[in-house]
C-alpha cells in the first residue's frame, strides 16, 4: 500500500513539474521571438524612431563679415540677436507656459499663438520660433523664470548691424527669410520655412566709397 502511494506521488508531482517545464520553455520561446523581430525585422525603424528622439538638430548661423569702406571706416558690423523659441513637446502644459511667457516678457500672447499656428505642422521636438530679437529685458525676465517656462529656448544668432544708418542695406545688402513663394522654387527645395536665409544685394560699392568686406 505504501509502495502504491509513493508511486502516485511521484507521478503526480512529475505531471507538475512537467507542466511548469513547458510553460517556462514557452514563455522563453515567446521571448526569444519578439526579441528577433524587435532586434531583425523592426530593428532599422525603431533605430530611426530612437535617433530622433536622442538627437535634435540646431541649426548654426554663420557670422557675416565686417564690411569696411576705401577709408577703412567699419560700416557693417555684427551683434548678437536673442531669438525666442518653443520646443512645444517640453512646453507642458502648452497653454500655462505661453501665458506666462507673455506675462513675464511683456510679448503679445495672441502673437505667440500666432507664431504657432504658422508652424503647427512642424514636429513637436523642433524649435518654433516665436519672435526674433527680443531684446536684453525680455531676456533677463525669461532667465529669471527660467524653472517656470518649460520648453522655452532663447538662441544667440549675429544679427547685422549698421553704423551710421540702418537704411545702409539698401546698399551694402542684407539678410532675408525665404519667403513662402520663393519656397516653391526648386532651388530652395529642401529649405525650412523662416529657416533659411538668403542674401539680397543692395547697390555697388561704387555709390558708398568703394565698400568692401574683409575679414
Known sequence: MT?????????????????????????????IARLL?????????????????????KSVDAPRGLIYDTHDRL?????????????????????????????????D?????????????TRAYKPV?????????????IEVNRWDLPGIVVNVSPRRD???SPSSAHILG???????EELKNKIYRGWPAGGGQRHRSGGTGAQYGGCGSRP
Open 174 to 180: 542684407y539678410m532675408g527669410e525665404i519667403d513662402v
Open 162 to 164: 549698421y553704423i551710421f
Open 129 to 141: 520660433l516665436l519672435k526674433p530679437d527680443i531684446g536684453r529685458d525680455a531676456l533677463a525676465a
Open 37 to 57: 523581430f524587435l532586434q531583425v525585422v523592426e530593428g532599422g525603424e525603431l533605430r530611426r524612431l530612437s535617433e530622433i528622439n536622442s538627437i535634435r538638430l
Open 109 to 121: 500672447e495672441a502673437r505667440l499663438w500666432e507664431s504657432l499656428e504658422k508652424a503647427k505642422k
Open 75 to 107: 560700416m557693417a558690423d555684427n551683434r548678437p540677436s536673442y531669438d525666442l523659441s518653443i520646443i512645444v513637446k517640453d512646453a507642458d502644459p502648452l497653454e500655462q507656459t505661453i501665458e506666462k511667457l507673455s506675462r513675464y516678457t511683456g510679448i
Open 3 to 31: 509502495n502504491y502511494l509513493d508511486n502516485v506521488d511521484s507521478e503526480w508531482y512529475s505531471q507538475r513539474l512537467s507542466a511548469v517545464l513547458i510553460v517556462v520553455i514557452a514563455a522563453f520561446l515567446v521571448l
